[in-house]
């Protein structure tokens, strides 16, 4: 079982390029998250889904957007990055209030 | 903003010794969850407790909750290295599915 995988690991961008991050998840999850995490932070939502088809914001939501096509992908995207989005980035995925299961995480720098 | 405050925020404690660190909250809970992150990775889930109880056990690991002075604390017994790691308090309230994390507590077991 593969869990929550993401997809890239590392990246690297100039301030004003897009990108796309993936999240895939192989529990048949209805719930899926984006979260951020600073340096000193725990972790802040950007955005969730309770289901295929729908999103929702959460705590931190500017300067993203996402989709969830599919039952088991939940994308993250950057229209035009910033430096303040300079974070490494973690999705998890739940089958309902309790436990959440993570991603390893995406370390994004914005130059 | 962040629900969950954690107390300390770093913790160095000798191999074999107990570790304990606290997380006060702000408003009703319907759970409240720790997790476990390792240096560079993912969350991982360690127990959850939800409102009605009082404490829970994992193997060396005990969970109190004391709804009335919304607090908890994680117990850790007789610390190894591979227990060095940030723990992160996440309180989920009722009617809602979305977790709100503290900044946590860096935990160092030194051998």
């Known amino acids: 079982n593969a869990g929550v995988t993401q997809t890239p690991k590392f990246r690297v961008l100039k301030t004003g390029q897009s990108m796309t991050l993936l999240c895939a998840q192989d529990m048949n999850h209805e719930y899926m998250y984006w979260y951020r995490q600073d340096p000193g932070m725990g972790l802040r939502l950007i955005h969730y889904s309770v289901g295929e088809g729908t999103t929702a914001k959460g705590e931190v939501p500017d300067g993203y957007n996402v989709s969830r096509l599919k039952k088991q992908n939940f994308l993250l995207g950057l229209e035009s990055a910033a430096p303040s989005q300079t974070s490494v980035y973690f999705c998890?995925?739940?089958?309902?209030?309790?436990?959440?299961?993570f991603g390893a995480g995406t370390r994004l720098s914005v130059l | 903003s962040q629900q969950g405050e954690e107390d300390p925020q770093a913790l160095s404690i000798q191999e074999g010794e107990n570790a304990t660190m606290n997380c006060s909250y702000k408003t009703s809970i319907n759970n409240l969850q720790w997790y476990r992150q390792n240096s560079g990775r993912g969350l991982v889930h360690l127990i959850l407790?939800?409102?009605?109880?009082r404490e829970k056990h994992s193997g060396r690991l005990r969970v109190t909750l004391d709804t009335s002075k919304k607090s908890s604390s994680l117990l850790i017994t007789a610390s190894r290295a591979a227990d060095t790691a940030s723990y992160f308090c996440?309180?989920?309230?009722?009617?809602?599915?979305?977790?709100?994390f503290g900044a946590g507590t860096t935990v160092t077991v030194r051998a």
């Open positions: 998890a995925s739940s089958r309902d209030s309790d436990i959440q299961y």
């Open positions: 407790i939800r409102s009605n109880e």
């Open positions: 996440a309180t989920v309230t009722y009617n809602d599915y979305k977790l709100s």
